[in-house]
T-cell receptor
Framework: EAQVTQNPRYLITVTGKKLTVTCSQN?????MSWYRQDPGLGLRQIYY???????DKGDVPEGYKVSRKEKRNFPLILESPSPNQTSLYFC?????????????FGQGTRLTVV | LAKTTQPISMDSYEGQEVNITCSHN???????ITWYQQFPSQGPRFIIQ???TKVTNEVASLFIPADRKSSTLSLPRVSLSDTAVYYC???????????FGIGTKLQVIP
């Protein structure tokens, strides 16, 4: 089944403790992207990647890192999480010719930083 | 990317046709119009994309006037399961950076 898989689905952590949210897709897509969703602010793009070793900042990259060492994986790294990073996170992928215009999204990761 | 404007919320009764209009006055020649649907606590789901005139699939229709400065997503005979947030996006094929905004929250009433 074609899908984008995020792990974990739920995470509660403490301020300053490094964490990684994994994202993997099995559709051989070139484009992958991370978003956060907060009430009243909609979906905001954090980082995106058009291919292996190619990443770029979205609208809200501060406090986040990403890496794209393999085509299928695009982990989101929070080196020192803070409470303002409490949010619902989504990973997405699509073929390069579609980019963000026809993306498949994961089920989301609900992160709480206390 | 062209800026888009859509209503924040809409209510509709079950069985009615719902039309959600998105304004994109600065749409560029190469831009496509894409609509996503998002149910609570789920990731957005692509529902339809178009360039001009009318596009129809099993889920919805997309009407785009000749000047392309707006578009209308039409959901025929909605049911309670169509309650969701609908996002309108505009960008060239393969665009990478995107702003979803807050979308239109559609509430279907029994």
């Amino acid at each position: 089944e074609a899908q984008v898989t995020q792990n974990p689905r739920y995470l509660i952590t403490v301020t300053g403790k490094k964490l990684t949210v994994t994202c993997s897709q099995n559709m051989n897509h070139e484009y992958m992207s991370w978003y956060r969703q907060d009430p009243g602010l909609g979906l905001r793009q954090i980082y995106y990647s058009m291919n292996v070793e190619v990443t770029d900042k979205g609208d809200v990259p501060e406090g986040y890192k990403v890496s794209r060492k393999e085509k299928r994986n695009f982990p989101l790294i929070l080196e020192s999480p803070s409470p303002n990073q409490t949010s619902l996170y989504f990973c997405a992928s699509s073929p390069s010719q579609q980019g963000a215009g026809k993306a498949f999204f994961g089920q989301g990761t609900r992160l709480t930083v206390v | 990317l062209a800026k888009t404007t859509q209503p924040i919320s809409m209510d509709s009764y079950e069985g009615q046709e719902v039309n959600i209009t998105c304004s994109h006055n600065n749409i560029a020649t190469n831009d496509y119009i894409t609509w996503y649907q998002q149910f609570p606590s789920q990731g957005p789901r692509f529902i339809i994309q178009g360039y001009k005139t009318k596009v129809t699939n099993e889920v919805a229709s997309l009407f785009i006037p000749a000047d392309r400065k707006s578009s209308t997503l039409s959901l025929p005979r909605v049911s309670l399961s169509d309650t969701a947030v609908y996002y309108c996006l505009v960008g060239a094929r393969g665009y990478q950076k995107v702003t979803f905004g807050i979308g239109t929250k559609l509430q279907v009433i029994p």
